[in-house]
């Protein structure tokens, strides 16, 4: 038996049912709208994959993740996104880097659509989970790493840079950012400064940039970043510098024959910075990853200038390799 409802001015037909659970379509208005529906959380979920508007989603993932990432998500998601009413062979047939990629492709599609709920019980139903790193894997990426050869590219990527691309490579290695926020942060540096408001972003007292205070830029869900200990000649510098593209960045060290690297200069950070005796909560907290556990959340309060103290004295280490 079908019915009609109308709700929110939207027509939603119950269009057939199955072993007792009924299917809810959304149907849209000239293809404008998101497509799908809400299925009550459990029930099936039976999405018309042409009726999504794939402009509206890439405009929306635009403006949630880096423009890099957002590409192979809107890429996955269009490629894939039969899988949302549950079918799920093919993807058990990829790599686990793939597999990731493709599900977090989804699950971004499926927020926009306003069905994630209902997606996530699609993947509990099915069995469906992220692939984990194994540990062999975990070894083989520890041996293949070379400090001493990312330090020789870094040293020829910078002969072959501009003024502000070798600032910017050196922000990038002594900051730990991430390529995408490391480029933003360069550039908002100049911009504030520009404006006579560099004080609402860098913290002289603490000799901290204060990412925080712009959630737009860098509270980005699960890939966030909150500060930043840099000494304050380098923001100074920065700030009379001029902004940087990666796209010139990029086709400056492919014309001179160089890999782009840039990514790499966080895990370096990172693994120098344990090395010289930041404990892993202090790094985690420089490089944005709150954990999930209860002391970290509930209990551990560093002090921000005893951190930012030994931060800075490893600063000047890493500087001087």
């Not at 409802?5 to 404008?32: D, F, P, W």
């Not at 002594?174 to 504030?192: D, T």
């Amino acid at each position: 038996m079908e019915r009609v409802k109308q709700i929110n001015r939207n027509r939603l037909c119950i269009t057939r049912q199955q072993k007792g659970e009924v299917a809810i379509y959304k149907k849209e208005s000239k293809m404008t709208q998101r497509a799908g529906s809400l299925a009550r959380l459990g029930h099936l979920l039976d999405v018309d994959v042409p009726l999504i508007n794939w402009s509206d989603f890439r405009d929306w993932i635009l403006k949630k993740y880096a423009k890099s990432n957002a590409s192979t998500i809107y890429c996955y998601a269009r490629r894939y996104a039969f899988m949302l009413n549950g079918d799920f062979k093919e993807l058990e047939t990829f790599s686990g880097s793939k597999k990731n990629a493709v599900l977090k492709a989804l699950i971004a599609l499926s927020k926009f659509l306003g069905i994630y709920e209902q997606f996530r019980a699609t993947l509990s139903r099915h069995g469906v989970k992220f692939a984990r790193t194994d540990s062999l894997n975990a070894f083989l990426r520890i041996m293949s790493n070379n400090s001493e050869d990312l330090l020789e590219w870094y040293s020829k990527a910078v002969s072959v840079l501009r003024e502000n691309g070798k600032l910017f490579l050196r922000f990038a290695l002594i900051s730990g950012l991430r390529k995408a926020e490391a480029i933003k942060s360069f550039n908002l540096i100049i911009s504030l400064s520009k404006e006579n408001n560099l004080k609402n972003y860098f913290n002289e007292d603490l000799s901290c940039i204060e990412h925080f205070k712009f959630k737009q830029l860098f509270l980005r869900g699960k890939k966030n970043v909150y500060i930043t200990f840099i000494p304050k000649s380098m923001v100074n510098e920065i700030a009379n510098s001029e902004p940087i593209t990666y796209e010139a960045i990029r086709k400056r060290l492919l014309r001179n024959g160089l890999n782009l690297r840039i990514n790499e200069l966080r895990d370096y950070f990172a693994t120098f910075m344990v090395q010289h005796g930041l404990i892993r909560e202090e790094v985690d907290l420089l490089q944005g990853r709150i954990p999930p556990s209860l002391f970290v959340r509930s209990y551990w309060t560093p002090s921000l200038k005893e951190l930012r103290d030994r931060t800075l004295k490893n600063i000047t280490r890493l500087s001087n390799l």
